[in-house]
């Protein structure tokens, strides 16, 4: 049997469960997920290696009308991620009825002609079987409607794991022959810096506010080996920022007597860990970029 290799974008609408796919796809975490829309920031590349083929998943933050710089910023990221894979993947949750969203994304992919598209019904197990076959018949009319022939309408479960080889088995069908992208065994593209900040991001975003998920921004500083430790107790020293745009939101971050920056330390080091493979000391810090969201120059400095 011939090797096949190659890219799948997974687009959508913000919080329609791309990353949960992502990492149900992948078998491990590699994408942060959270009930907050725009959750992903930047487009992650999960990596599946099974004996015959590697398939690289593009998780990308959701297509929406964007508010600010960062948001257009976004959107042009997913816009460049889906213009040059082998197919594409748009997830649909199953308990939302398709809206004014999902049509402006597939008016977009419609002239990409030459691409595969597999439509993903996301979390099924919200739904009953009654529920479901009616969102099933409502997406393959969407497509119609917009002009996409979708290759496979596929219902899957994330949490559950319902389907999920099938659709991996449908996506790896659809790439062109071709050695491995990656080395065997490496799961993601992220940096360890990247992933860091995500899993204090992630950890950040659990319990606040409906306005300050958008507004936060995390930047690892440093990650080093503490010199004065013995070889058999090893420590790794990180330290980050997490960057929010007024002096209220700070205070929302670090909370009564700094509680909830430490409840966000707990949450994130010991996954932190698992990366850097030694325990671990946090530094985390809160300060105010004003307005970072819309100036192009601090955008820069927070790698958007």
Do not use: Y
């Not at 040059?84 to 402006?104: I, Y």
């Not at 107790?233 to 939101?249: H, I, N």
């Not at 409840?263 to 850097?276: F, L, N, S």
């Amino acid at each position: 049997m011939s090797h096949r290799s190659g890219f799948a974008c997974i687009v959508g609408r913000p919080n329609t469960g791309k990353s949960t796919l992502t990492n149900a796809l992948v078998g491990q975490k590699v994408a942060i997920t959270s009930s907050r829309p725009q959750t992903t920031r930047h487009a992650i590349r999960g990596i599946v290696t099974v004996p015959q083929a590697q398939l690289v998943l593009v998780d990308t933050p959701g297509v929406h009308r964007p508010r600010t710089l960062l948001g257009q910023r976004l959107n042009d990221l997913v816009r460049e991620s889906w213009a040059d894979v082998d197919v594409l993947t748009f997830c649909v949750p199953a308990d939302e009825k398709p809206g004014p969203g999902d049509r402006f994304i597939l008016r977009e992919l419609e002239s990409l002609t030459r691409t595969p598209k597999i439509a993903v019904v996301t979390k099924c197990d919200r739904v009953d079987r009654e529920q479901l076959a009616a969102q099933l018949l409502a997406v393959q009319e969407l497509g119609r409607e917009c002009g996409i022939e979708w290759d496979e309408i596929v219902p899957i479960s994330a949490v559950r794991g319902e389907q999920i080889d099938l659709l991996r088995d449908l996506l790896i069908a659809r790439l062109p022959e071709g050695p491995e992208l990656f080395p065997d065994g490496q799961l993601s593209d992220d940096s360890q810096d990247q992933r860091i900040a995500e899993l204090i991001r992630e950890a950040a975003l659990e319990g606040v506010r409906d306005e300050l998920p958008h507004s936060l921004a995390v930047v690892v500083q440093e990650v080093c080996a503490r010199e004065d430790r013995p070889a058999a107790r090893p420590l790794t020293d990180v330290s980050a920022v997490l960057f929010v745009e007024r002096e209220s939101q700070k205070a929302i971050v670090i909370g009564r007597a700094g509680a909830r920056l430490k409840q966000v330390g707990t949450a994130a080091r010991t996954q932190i860990e698992a990366i850097v493979g030694t325990p671990v000391h946090l530094d985390l810090r809160v300060k105010v970029a004003k307005d970072w969201q819309r100036d192009p120059k601090q955008l820069r400095r927070l790698g958007f």
